[in-house]
């Protein structure tokens, strides 16, 4: 045993060191440390740590390239990757070293700040920076223009291959074969009918097919016309509904979808009320073949779009729901359900509500979520490897920072169930009644306090200056603030006391109330006890006044101290009947009087109450994020009212002002000089428009090669998030060219690209391996077989589900919890899915983040997995289920039940030595790990995890 957990620990470190090896060395490591890592660099450590400086870098460490940190300084290495808490360059921004602090004299980083470094750190210390401090961005311009990915696009001449080996079934083939021929390669042979049915399949529902399906298929594809057979296959497969919930979901890894916000400061709701909405968008988008570049346009700007189609129906007395009536009906046109599109801008992270941190998070998933140009890394400095300059990126911060979130999300005009509606309203009525009353009871506590502490503002109100009330940062204001900040006062009600005395002091009669006040207040202090002694109140003073300064005061402290007693005494909720001491209530109690603090500057008193009333307010609205009578919303945006003038923040510093940008797209993309956008909007649909452009050459090859990705597990371009200068080279850049020019002309139809693909022989050849093959193209990079694919986490767990007989294929509505029992059993792509607290389950099965836009999953195999299927209650708990389905248990016999599961979990009749080993497996001793387990439940959880399950030849 002891032996055992070694080598356990040995793998797990080893997988955890190939992998943090991997993510260090990786664009997604490096594009971290560009956004992240280096800003904080330049702003805070350069000015001490600069290698390129006249002047030695201070403790010999220099931070301004990769050799340098490697090298270290006096104190050695400054940072070992992998494990910050040893790297000294975290020990000193933590300050946890008195002796060792950076940046020094008390300029220590905040939390997060470090927070950043030591993720970094804990990935490898990513690091592109390589020998020499980098030369001009952008230095050379000749790479720039003639890198494959900026050059338009054109559809390329078919290769003609003479005396093919391998069946041309389309364009794609002759492509592929172009490449093979050189070295005397075929394709692979076709896969049989049962493999091929499984994979398509899995391909386009991410879930396997029924035996009955199968066993159709073989004989379809008996019968003559195989590709007929497999054209009408894929026409059914692409038609279901279970189509858009496939690749709906590929989708929303790009758009980092998530159900919450991430981090946040306080008692902040942390779930979005509506993420489903754009999910169910998105998955319908896909069932009905939008086209991409409409898919795209509405996602960027949908409410823009439907303000331009409403302009233009004709009828202006058409009320807003006959309007929109129209526009649904029309050929795609957008209509107010398309609003839910815009959860791709609106569904990141928070960052602490960080406004520029948000726009920055929606650069980034537009720039490389649609046209994989990276252009988040001109933040700070222009973009070191491709042509984007930090005033291009601050041209389309100026975008997103002229549109705002609406207060009020808009309705997307789906009624929920009656019954389920009203119990949403009176739930929300209540939480939000808890929400009012504690505000008001804080309130009325805050406003009695004031009341009780009418001798300090009486006192204030004559010590300072009412003429300063108004001053800016003078010194006599800085002194002002400080008297209100040492005695704890509010200076607004300090202001409304002095304008209240003021006012009373020119009535006609005097005041009775104040009659006293006004006579000593006035009195210099060096001779107050003197004149005091000469003040006469005028006649018809309140008489409660009067009795209360029979005695001269000594100073205006005993004034306001006479005053608070004699109008504490008098105070009360309700009106006196005494008519003089109801004039002593009203003085604090009236609507003018000063503690009665209207809104919205009583806000202010509120401070004590407002964690308190910040979890009242995420629990009203978590009735939203959470009740199924709540009636759909989008999380949309919308244009604000006046958009920005947006300029370049000075090495991505906000308060670093530096010259005014205007709002436009990236020249690079534009194949010519770029026109600015309007002036009176945010420019969001003509950003949308000059993505989907025809010229835009980036557009459609990304898309493109997504979808060639999610088909053969590796793309024709390796980096699909990125076709910069450091991408990878496209593998067949011709096919690439070809399949683009094919998309557009298809009319951006994603449904007819897939059955282009699919219908190739490329695409349907078998995944066995071929010796000279393997030892000359380990990577098949030039397409001599189809990759055997491995089921992701969504694929996984469905089909574990479906095999069980559980699997709810209900269709959207609210993210449901698939970790905490009794489990769910809707579609693994209706899971909730939490961006700050991602469960265990999906992270072990290479869930993609979505913290950020992801080109593509990790494909790990770590020991985590195989305990899981070993010992997950939800895995053994789906074997429970099969072997106790109904249509398992009508057999009698054994070899009947074994046939009834090959069929079920693997589309396949067993083979006699697998029922031979079947039979010795039931008829063996139970093991203590599975006593909880029958016979045949332990042959079900054996058949369930196995690798014929988990791959996808």
């Known amino acids: 045993m002891t032996q055992m957990l070694s080598i356990v620990r040995l793998a797990l470190l080893a997988s955890a060191f190939v992998l943090r090896a991997a993510a260090a060395d990786s664009a997604a490591g490096h594009d971290f440390f560009e956004n992240k890592i280096r800003p904080l660099l330049i702003e805070h450590c350069f000015k001490c740590h600069d290698g390129g400086s006249p002047d030695k870098p201070k403790g010999g460490l220099a931070l301004d390239t990769r050799a340098g940190w490697e090298k270290g300084g006096e104190h050695g290495s400054a940072i070992i990757p992998g494990q910050p808490d040893k790297s000294l360059l975290i020990r000193a921004l933590r300050y946890t070293d008195k002796d060792l602090q950076m940046p020094p004299k008390g300029k220590q980083l905040s939390a997060s700040q470090v927070a950043l470094f030591e993720e970094w750190v804990r990935m490898g210390a990513p690091d592109p920076r390589t020998g020499k401090p980098s030369g001009p961005p952008l230095s050379n311009p000749t790479v720039v223009k003639n890198h494959w990915a900026f050059q338009p696009v054109k559809e390329p001449s078919v290769p003609q291959i003479r005396n093919p080996k391998s069946e041309i079934r389309n364009p794609i083939d002759a492509f592929s074969l172009a490449k093979l021929a050189p070295k005397g390669w075929t394709l692979s042979p076709p896969a049989d009918p049962r493999t091929l049915i499984r994979r398509l399949t899995f391909d386009l529902h991410g879930l396997p097919p029924p035996i009955a399906e199968v066993e159709a298929f073989e004989r379809a594809c008996q019968m003559g016309n195989r590709q007929s057979a497999i054209g009408n296959l894929i026409d059914r497969l692409l038609a279901s509904p279970r189509y858009g919930e496939r690749w709906g979901r590929h989708w929303l890894d790009v758009a980092r979808y998530a159900d919450t916000k991430g981090y946040l400061a306080g008692d902040e709701q942390r779930r979005f009320a509506f993420s489903y909405t754009y999910r169910d968008w998105v998955i319908n988008a896909f069932n009905e073949d ?40 029309l050929n795609s046109q957008p209509s107010r359900s398309d609003l839910a599109a815009m959860g791709f801008l609106t569904l990141g992270r928070r960052f602490l509500n960080n406004a520029n941190d948000i726009i920055d998070d929606r650069i980034d998933v537009v720039t490389r979520g649609t046209m994989g140009l990276t252009v988040q890394c001109a933040r700070c400095h222009d973009h070191k490897y491709d042509p984007v300059s930090t005033a291009e990126y601050y041209s389309l911060h100026g975008v997103f920072a002229s549109s705002q979130e609406p207060a009020e999300k ?101 005041d009775p109330v104040w009659s006293a006040w006004h006579g000593y207040a006035k009195l210099p202090d060096d001779k107050f006890g003197e004149e005091a002694a000469k003040v006469i109140l005028p006649p018809g003073s309140h008489p409660a006044v009067v009795a209360a300064f029979k005695t001269p005061p000594k100073s205006v402290k005993e004034v306001a101290e006479r005053y608070g007693k004699l109008l504490s005494d008098a105070d009360a909720a309700t009106p006196h009947s005494d008519k003089d001491k109801e004039a002593l209530r009203l003085a604090l109690r009236s609507a003018a009087a000063p503690p009665n603090l209207p809104a919205p500057e009583n806000d202010t008193l509120l401070e004590d109450a407002r964690p308190r009333l ?39 510093n906000p308060g670093n002002r530096g010259p005014d940008v205007e709002r436009g797209f990236p020249q690079v993309a534009a194949l010519g000089k770029p026109e600015p956008f309007p002036t009176k909007s945010s420019g969001r649909l003509e950003l949308a428009r000059a993505i989907t452009n025809r010229d835009n050459p980036l557009t459609a090859r990304v898309l493109v090669n997504r979808v060639w990705t999610w088909h053969f597990g590796a793309g024709l371009v390796r980096t699909p998030s990125d076709f910069g200068l450091r991408a990878d080279p496209p593998t067949h850049p011709e096919l690439l060219d070809w399949l683009a020019t094919r998309f557009v002309a298809d009319g951006w139809s994603i449904k007819k690209l897939h059955k282009v693909i699919m219908l190739s022989a490329t695409y349907q050849q078998a995944s066995d391996d071929r010796a000279e093959c393997v030892k000359a193209d380990p990577a098949n990079m030039l397409l001599w077989k189809f990759n055997r694919q491995r089921l992701d986490f969504e694929q996984l767990r469905d089909s574990l589900l479906l095999a069980s007989g559980k699997l709810d294929l209900t269709p959207g509505g609210l993210p449901v919890d698939l970790t905490t029992q009794p489990f ?54 789906q074997a429970q289920a099969l072997a106790a389905r109904d249509d398992f248990k009508k057999f009698t016999t054994d070899d009947a039940r074994l046939r009834f599961l090959y069929e079920t979990i693997y589309q396949r009749r067993p083979a006699a030595a697998e029922v031979t080993m079947a039979r010795a497996f039931l008829a063996s001793p139970t093991q203590e790990s599975t006593k909880n387990l029958t016979a045949w439940e332990r042959l079900t959880h054996l058949l369930l995890i196995s690798n014929e399950a988990a791959f996808v030849d």
């Open 290 to 329: 939008r086209p991409y570049d409409q898919f795209l346009t509405a996602q960027i700007a949908a409410d823009r779009l439907i303000e331009e189609a409403e302009s233009k129906v004709q009828s202006p007395k058409s009320k807003a729901n006959e309007a929109d009536s129209q526009l649904s009906s």
């Open 410 to 510: 808009p309705l997307l005009g789906m009624k929920p169930d009656a019954t389920q509606h009203a119990a949403y309203l009176a739930e929300k009525q209540k939480r939000e009644g808890e929400v009012e009353k504690h505000r008001v009871e804080q309130l009325d506590k805050q406003i009695g306090m004031l009341r009780k502490r009418t001798p300090d503002y009486l006192l204030a109100a004559a010590e300072v200056d009412p003429k300063v009330a108004g001053a800016s940062a003078t010194a006599t204001r800085q002194n002002r603030d400080k008297y209100f900040q040492e005695r704890k006062l509010v200076p607004a009600v300090v202001r409304r006391w002095q304008d209240y005395l003021a006012k009373s002091a020119s009535e006609k009669p005097p």
């Open 614 to 652: 910040r979890q009242l307010k995420a629990k009203a609205d978590e009735v939203d994020a959470t009740h199924p009578g709540a009636p759909p919303r989008a999380m949309a945006l919308v244009d604000r009212d006046s958009p920005t003038r947006p300029y370049v923040f000075v090495r991505g």
């Open 824 to 877: 769910a059993t809707r579609r693994t792509a209706y899971g909730f899915i939490d961006r700050q607290n991602l469960p265990p389950m999906f992270r072990t099965f290479d869930f993609a983040s979505p913290d950020v836009s992801a080109s593509q999953r990790f494909q790990t195999t770590v020991p985590q997995q195989a305990l899981f299927l070993l010992n997950a209650p939800f895995v053994l708990q």
